[in-house]
């Protein structure tokens, strides 16, 4: 558990600096196309991160 602390504590770190450098008005500024394109990356990425878990099947520990 304590192996992968630091590492943790680096991803919510990135986590947390893309979440403040981040400026909803950017959002407001792309064309219904990209905006659309955003959407789906982002609904894509969601749904790996939820189906895929690093715990579970024959590799988890």
Do not use: I
């Amino acid at each position: 558990m304590t192996d992968s602390a630091p590492h943790d504590r680096a991803s919510f770190g990135e986590l947390v600096r893309n979440l403040l450098t981040w400026r909803p008005a950017e959002a407001e500024q792309l064309t219904p196309e990209q905006q659309r394109e955003r959407e789906q990356r982002q609904r894509a990425t969601e749904t790996l991160t939820y189906c895929v878990k690093p715990d579970s099947g024959p590799h988890g520990r």
